[in-house]
């Protein structure tokens, strides 16, 4: 038998086909440590926005915002690509670069 809400197997009590198994009721388990792994929290964010404050922009991060001014996101993207390793790093790269340029626009 299937959940209609969330398109998984329910088991029926019998011994053989899809939903095979005996039934029970789903446990609610506590949030394990690890789950909250890479959540950003107030210390650490507020360590970067002054080491930002401090050092500025490294130098690739300097030319692609010199290039979003312009308007070329597809070469800033493959100018992130090819620094950080990854397209997925390299489009949340983008998104935080082109947010400081809107930041800059509006402070103007």
């Known amino acids: 038998a299937v959940d209609p809400l ?3 197997m329910v088991a029926t009590g019998i011994a ?3 939903g095979k198994g005996h039934i029970v009721s789903k446990r ?13 929290g107030k210390h650490t964010d507020f360590v970067r926005n002054i ?3 401090v050092m500025g922009f490294a130098p690739y991060e300097k030319r692609c915002i010199e290039l979003l001014k312009v308007g070329k996101e597809k070469r800033v993207l493959r100018v992130l ?4 390793g990854s397209i997925r790093r390299a489009k949340a790269k983008r998104e935080s670069l ?11």
């Open 6 to 8: 969330t398109a998984t």
């Open 16 to 18: 053989v086909g899809k």
């Open 28 to 40: 609610a388990l506590a949030k394990r440590p690890a789950s909250k792994k890479g959540a950003k």
């Open 51 to 53: 080491v930002r404050e």
């Open 81 to 84: 690509n090819k620094r950080l």
């Open 98 to 108: 082109t947010d400081v340029v809107r930041q800059t626009r509006l402070k103007q």
